[in-house]
């Protein structure tokens, strides 16, 4: 107990909904994977410096510019739902305010709420339309008002981080270094890095989520690597 006599929280929580951090890293973790074996898989192919270094930069470009545009129509067409859906039942509150204010009552009750106490809260809330629109959308569409997302965000985000991870495999050819292995080294520090990273927001250990990282990176490197070799080889 503290000296005022409330009880003290001795634990934190994790962040299960990753933040910033889980799309951020996961977005370059796709750039980096992806662009690191299709220069693997024209590396294999041939030894041409300038058509590895086309194929990389066709490969940031594409791939950031799909992630953006793909996250911008979902989170887009997400939000427009939630919208909508928190529309219905603004209608809903205007036009029949005792019947849903007795179903947050009922929502709290489910909750292990004791019905009298349950009925006095919702009471209270739908006392101000705006807070009782705001417990309704949390209880039925589980999504909060000030919270939605934004696609423009969204998509500027993808394309960032995807950006940034698809130029690490690249970036040494760019500063004249020829060959795969130099390029194949900078991936596999960022791959393991990267998957380190991940585990802020995982129950993992920060090795254990960086070597899987990089097993998954290397073998998908690996195939198209095996891939280009042969095709080039015919």
Not at 62 to 67: E, L, W
Not at 74 to 88: C, F, K, N
Request: aromatic fraction near 6%.
């Amino acid at each position: 107990m503290s000296p005022g006599g409330r009880a003290e929280i001795h634990h934190e929580h994790r962040d299960v909904n990753g933040g910033w951090l889980r799309p951020s890293v996961f977005g370059a973790m796709d750039g980096l994977v992806s662009n690191f074996a299709l220069i693997a898989g024209v590396a294999g192919g041939t030894t041409s410096t300038r058509v590895i270094v086309l194929a990389g930069v066709a490969g940031l470009a594409a791939g950031s510019f799909s992630m953006a545009g793909g996250e911008y129509v979902s989170v887009a067409s997400q939000r427009e739902l939630a919208l909508a859906e928190i529309d219905v039942e603004r209608s809903e509150i205007e036009r029949h305010p005792e019947a849903e204010q007795e179903e947050l009552a009922k929502f709290y009750e489910g909750r292990g709420v004791d019905p009298v106490v349950a009925a006095e809260v919702a009471r209270q809330i739908s006392l101000d339309p705006v807070k009782a629109l705001e417990a309704h959308a949390s209880a039925e569409l589980g999504v909060t008002l000030e919270d939605l997302p934004s696609p423009k965000t969204a998509a500027l985000s993808s394309f960032l981080a995807f950006s940034v991870g698809a130029l690490l495999p690249l970036l040494p050819y760019l500063l004249g270094v020829t060959g795969l292995v130099t390029s194949a080294v900078v991936s596999c520090v960022a791959l393991f890095g990267a998957g380190a990273l991940v585990s802020r927001v995982t129950a993992r250990s920060w090795w254990y989520s960086g070597l899987r990282q990089l097993v998954v990176g290397v073998i998908a490197a690996g195939l198209t690597f095996t891939l280009g070799n042969l095709l080039g080889g015919s």
